[in-house]
């Protein structure tokens, strides 16, 4: 990354005084010192390797916990118990601007049925923060269900993605899902996210 910056400063730098043909110019001095404070400031964007940024694709590795009308209603641990399945899934996510993106995600939350018990889609709404690492966002879209009935749903959820390095961060959110003719439930996703 300070390489980057470092390579990022010197382009534009030498852009400015071929620009001007003038070291000693004011304009170019203004730029130069915009620059120079946006390096040193510890400023991120894409060409500087920020965390969050436009045409972002990242894939995700998750469990699930999911849980029932019956549960949700009635909340006691034995209804939770009873209530309450646990699962694993994938997702990919592309973000075609730094605040707006599209996923989908399936996940099977049992291995002796069908591979894949549901799979949605959604727009992804975030309010990226370089500074703290974090991702905020809210997110809605509609899936198929495959197993135990086959039947479409709707689901709106939010969340929030912590980003520990470039190019991994750690997410968790949740979910409220309407499935068609059929009991809603909630779902949980906690997991590892891969972005390039």
Do not use: W
């Amino acid at each position: 990354m300070k390489l980057n910056s470092s390579l990022a400063f010197i382009a534009t730098l030498t852009f400015a005084l071929t620009q001007n043909g003038n070291a000693g110019d004011a304009s170019s001095l203004g730029q130069t010192n915009s620059l120079t404070y946006s390096v040193q400031s510890g400023q991120t964007n894409h060409q500087d390797g920020g965390l969050f940024h436009a045409n972002e694709v990242s894939g995700d590795v998750f469990g699930t916990l999911s849980t029932g009308q019956d549960a949700l209603s009635h909340l006691s641990a034995e209804r939770y118990r009873h209530d309450s399945h646990g699962g694993a899934g994938l997702g990919l996510n592309y973000f075609f601007l730094r605040y707006a993106g599209v996923g989908a995600d399936a996940y099977s939350e049992n291995f002796t049925g069908r591979f894949i018990d549901k799979a949605s889609g959604n727009l992804i709404l975030r309010l990226p923060c370089d500074r703290f690492h974090l991702a905020p966002y809210v997110y809605g879209g509609e899936g198929y269900q495959f197993d135990p009935k086959e039947r479409p749903f709707a689901q709106a959820g939010l969340g929030v993605e912590y980003r520990i390095i470039q190019h991994v961060g750690l997410f968790v959110d949740g979910r409220y899902v309407i499935p068609d003719a059929s009991p809603d439930f909630s779902l949980v996703r906690a997991g590892i996210r891969f972005s390039f």
